[in-house]
């Protein structure tokens, strides 16, 4: 008989974002003349850039013609744009990441899930708390974990992130983790790194030949000097880690499905016998076989951000959540609220000072405004809620006063 992978019965009650957008529907459908907003799942509304559009249609007319056809692309992505980003993303920043070791995908979601694959079941993993809920959930679903008990799995090794720590954690005393989970610019919190904390985990990974997983799908949102964008701009780090970068936030992608990784020459994993297994081969065999590449015509559109033209819209684009951000922010903290975030990140991080399920259900019935609870990226989440500026400056202002009316 048909065995069934039962560690996904070990998955806690169902995926975040479905939960509430079962709640959102049922309350529309009681509510149908309710206008709601949306500031919950980190989804962008504004148009993708007249560049990118421009350059989009013209791929489209590639694509009318025999001599300039695509068919199958090359898998790890076409040279146009791994180039364009080695170039722009890295080597204009004093990083040293060559075009070979960036591997295009359609988003930054799918890698930090799929990456999981090369490494060995027995490894001592630690995640941040809270977290985003895809980089807990698919070492479950691939039996790493044991089950869940009081809002947490056993065999994780969790990392507090809470205000005393500025939502950003240490290297644990006394503890060898092998893989690390971290996320800057983070989500959900909205909190940043500095050079000597992001130091502190690259000294902690290298010391006990760990690896750190480093999201840095809304670095583009970084504003504060002295931030670091990539986890390379820390010496050693291309020894002991893997970047995974998105257009989906950065340049509204987020339906148009356009990411990438980097995986450094001369990464390690290691055998039982502590024998070096460099990563980026098995990537490229991972990535190869169940890939068949980005769209042609998607990474015409991701090369154009890179142009003079597509990165004065894009950053344009991305001040104008900021703003958005800011606004809200400043509204919850007159407010009395204790805010978080909204000046490197659009999420702001807003303690509740009770029950965030509770808090999200009063915001939906009484302001009919979507956000999205703590408790959902786990256990230290609990007592806050996290915000999105993603949508037009006309709902964030309407928000806005609607949260004036019930707060």
């Known amino acids: 008989m048909i065995l069934a992978n039962e560690n996904y019965s070990k998955i806690q009650a169902s995926y975040l974002f479905t939960e509430i957008a079962h709640r959102v529907k049922a309350y529309q459908e009681a509510n149908p003349a309710a206008k709601v907003i949306r500031l919950g799942i980190g989804d962008v509304t504004e148009p993708l850039a007249p560049a990118v559009i421009k350059a989009m249609h013209r791929a489209v007319d590639d694509q009318a013609k025999r001599e300039t056809f695509r068919g199958y692309g090359p898998e790890q992505g076409y ?7 080695a170039e722009n993303d890295f080597r204009r920043r004093g990083v040293n990441v060559s075009a070979d070791e960036i591997f295009v995908s359609d988003g930054a979601k799918c890698d930090t899930a799929n990456i999981q694959e090369l490494f060995g079941k027995d490894i001592v993993i630690g995640v941040p708390d809270p977290v985003y809920p895809v980089y807990v959930d698919t070492n479950v679903m691939a039996g790493r974990t044991g089950k869940a008990k009081h809002g947490r799995y056993g065999k994780l090794v969790y990392l507090d992130c809470t205000a005393k720590n500025g939502f950003v954690a240490s290297p644990p005393k006394g503890v060898k983790l092998d893989l690390i989970y971290l996320c800057y610019p983070n989500n959900p919190t909205g909190a940043v790194a500095t ?3 992001l130091r502190a985990w690259v000294d902690y990974a290298k010391a006990n030949k760990a690896l750190i997983l480093f999201d840095a799908a809304y670095e583009a949102f970084i504003r504060t000097p002295g ?18 970068r998105s ?3 950065t340049a509204g992608f987020t339906g148009t499905r356009c990411g990438y990784i980097v995986v450094p020459k001369g990464l390690c994993a290691y055998t039982k016998k502590g024998e070096c297994v460099e990563l980026r081969p098995m990537w490229t065999r991972r990535h190869t076989t169940k890939f068949n590449g980005c769209s042609y015509i998607t990474q015409r559109g991701a090369e154009a951000v890179y142009s003079r033209e597509g990165a004065k819209q894009t950053k344009a684009t991305i001040d104008f959540y900021l703003k958005n951000a800011k606004l809200v922010r400043d509204a919850l903290t007159r407010l009395g609220y204790t805010v978080t975030g909204g000046t490197d990140s659009p999420y702001l991080w807003v303690g509740v000072k009770g ?19 703590g408790a959902g990226f786990g256990r230290d989440g609990e007592g806050f809620i996290r915000i999105s500026a993603f949508n037009s400056r006309e709902n964030i202002l309407e928000a806005i006063e609607r949260f004036k009316k019930v707060l």
């Open 195 to 197: 050079k000597r904390q």
């Open 355 to 373: 029950d965030s399920w509770k808090f999200f259900d009063k915001l939906l019935r009484e302001a009919q405004v979507v956000t999205t609870p």
């Open 227 to 244: 931030i670091p964008h990539s986890i390379y701009e820390i010496p050693g780090a291309r020894k002991c880690a893997i970047e995974f």
């Open 79 to 85: 040279a146009f744009l791994r180039d364009a980003i």
């Open 247 to 249: 257009f989906s936030k």
